[in-house]
């Protein structure tokens, strides 16, 4: 029997679309993870220092507020209990399986369902399939060669193993994005010495971190209208660096600049060797990466027992790192290399529409895209939520928000239509492309000097493909009034 729709993934992504298709009336819904439990992002990091870096009034889902976050930034286990508190809250877990790693979906054209195929070897069928995989859930191990050699403890950030012993040992850590920005203080403060390995500088703001008073937790509890207040100020200014400082760089660069100017005298307070300065500022355009906050990263660099590396790695043999310029000895290995986005996760899994289309071949071969972040001709019945330029604003609350929207609108028009499927036309699929396409045009992108960023922004073609160049209202918006004849019923 098939189910009436299948989500793959539970994580604040999955339990957004699950939570809607309830709304829809969608009650045989079956939810497949590859994880042992639920949370996504918050179930499977667990380094030490995982924080949110977006403030929790706003990264959290804006229906199901939470007034006792501890933290202005909350961090990591709290996020994973706020992920089983909305699991129990919409009576998700009942439709969850986990240990269930999908590999692939492939559209049946007779029976107009899709049938999901787990690496159990099980056949799953349903008639509406949701892909919530998550942007970074494919992690990346590094290309150097001998990183198999290593004979100490190997661990990367996304599979953190708390029985790796650290304390007093010569620890290294490759990779300085946002992960590394929160794991490096921490790992400094036990390590006997630590080497972080840095390829690409990463721009690095002050982060406006504190305990949230016990007598703003009760004014939000009591009065929710102050914690959505909250909640709308912080998104505001979110949504300011975002549109002025990102997407319209081409007129607004003053304020591009000014954030870069805030980053650098972050730096100047902290590191007052300028050799040292020298090596942690990017040489490309604040927002090209994305950026990063942090009270104490840029300071740690000042510690006497740990060292920058900026030379470049050639090797790792069973006793440490070989750089061009010498030879560091470690007991462990930190691999905060973050995520394959553009060749593992674009789809995360293989799926297979009308007429054998492969979604992955295709957006390989022509360009990245989707319809409103969403949906692709020759897939009906099938939303993708982590696809190209879907991403809204910053906070992911946003993106998912939006994607319930138009999610539900469109299972609303297809139950008035009493259709049983649907499947966006290619015309206003081309539109969107067209219309992302123009709208990066002012953006930081494409106007500010992005060449040396090596950001995960950009596809393997160079574009830069995941954001959506848009305003949250704008996207929320357009999720509430798209046409709905953008869609074929049948
Ligand atoms: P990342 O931003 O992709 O950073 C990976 C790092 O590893 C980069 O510094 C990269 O250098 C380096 N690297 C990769 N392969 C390498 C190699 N072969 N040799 C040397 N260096 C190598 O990954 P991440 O730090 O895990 O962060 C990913 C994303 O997760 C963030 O951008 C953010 O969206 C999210 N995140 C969010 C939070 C939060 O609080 N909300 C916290 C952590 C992470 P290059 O730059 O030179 O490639």
């Known amino acids: 029997m098939a189910h009436e729709a299948i989500v793959i993934g539970t994580g604040f992504g999955g339990m957004g679309a699950a939570i809607e298709l309830k709304r829809q009336g ?7 993870e590859r994880e042992d439990d639920l949370g996504g992002t918050w179930h499977v990091n667990r380094y030490p ?11 959290s889902y804006s229906f199901e507020p939470n007034p006792w976050w501890s933290h202005w930034y909350a961090r990591g286990p709290e996020l ?76 990367h950030t996304s599979a953190w193993d ?23 203080p921490e790992l400094a403060d036990r390590a006997g010495h630590l080497t972080v390995f840095q390829r690409t500088p990463i721009w690095v703001t002050p982060k406006l971190d504190h305990r949230m008073p016990r007598l703003v937790q009760q004014l939000f509890a009591r009065v929710p209208l102050t914690q959505r207040v909250a909640r709308t ?31 650098r005298r972050h730096l100047r307070r902290q590191v007052a060797d300028p050799e040292l300065r020298r090596k ?7 927002g090209c990466k994305r950026p990063t906050f942090s009270n104490d990263y840029y300071r740690t660099f000042t510690r006497d027992h740990v060292d920058l590396e900026t030379s470049t790695i050639t090797e790792i043999t069973p006793t440490g790192v070989v750089t061009d310029t010498g030879t560091v000895d470690l007991d462990v290995l930190v691999l905060a290399t973050g995520f394959d986005v553009w060749d593992t996760n674009f789809p995360a899994i293989r799926v297979t529409g009308r007429d054998g289309k492969d979604l992955g071949g295709w957006w390989r071969s022509t360009r990245f895209q989707a319809y409103q972040g969403i949906a692709v001709p020759g897939f009906p019945n ?42 966006v036309r290619d015309p206003a699929n081309e539109a969107f492309l067209g219309w992302v396409t123009e709208r990066l045009r002012d953006s930081v992108f494409t106007v500010g000097s992005c060449a040396t ?14 954001l959506r160049p848009s305003s949250t209202i704008q996207t929320h918006r357009t999720a509430e009034t798209f046409p709905l004849d953008d869609y074929a019923y049948a």
């Open 26 to 32: 969608i009650h045989d819904l079956l939810m497949l």
């Open 49 to 59: 220092g995982l924080a949110v870096d977006i403030a929790s009034v706003t990264y």
């Open 80 to 155: 994973k209990r706020y992920a089983e508190h909305v699991a129990d809250r919409y009576d998700l877990r009942r439709h969850m399986r986990f240990g269930t790693a999908v590999e692939g979906a492939t559209w049946d054209e007779a029976a107009q369902e899709w049938e999901v195929a787990t690496a159990g070897g099980e056949r799953l069928r349903c008639r509406y399939l949701v892909a919530a995989t998550g942007f970074l859930s494919q992690p990346k191990l590094p290309d150097i060669p001998g990183v198999e050699q290593f004979a100490g403890a190997v661990v």
């Open 162 to 184: 708390d029985d790796v012993e650290l304390d007093g040992r010569r620890v290294g850590v490759i990779g300085t994005g946002a992960t590394a920005v929160q794991l490096v």
């Open 233 to 263: 100020v912080n998104t505001t200014v979110l949504e300011l660096v975002m549109i002025a400082a990102v997407l319209h760089y081409r007129h607004a660069r003053f304020l591009n600049a000014a954030a870069a100017a805030i980053a």
């Open 280 to 286: 942690l500022t990017p040489d490309y355009s604040f």
């Open 382 to 423: 099938f939303l993708n939520l982590a696809s190209p330029y879907s991403y809204s604003g910053l906070s992911f609350f946003t993106t998912v928000e939006g994607q319930m929207k138009h999610l539900g609108r469109l299972l609303g028009e297809v139950r008035r239509r009493g259709a049983t499927t649907f499947e």
């Open 453 to 466: 960023a090596r950001s995960y922004y950009f596809n393997q073609h160079g574009e830069p493909a995941l």
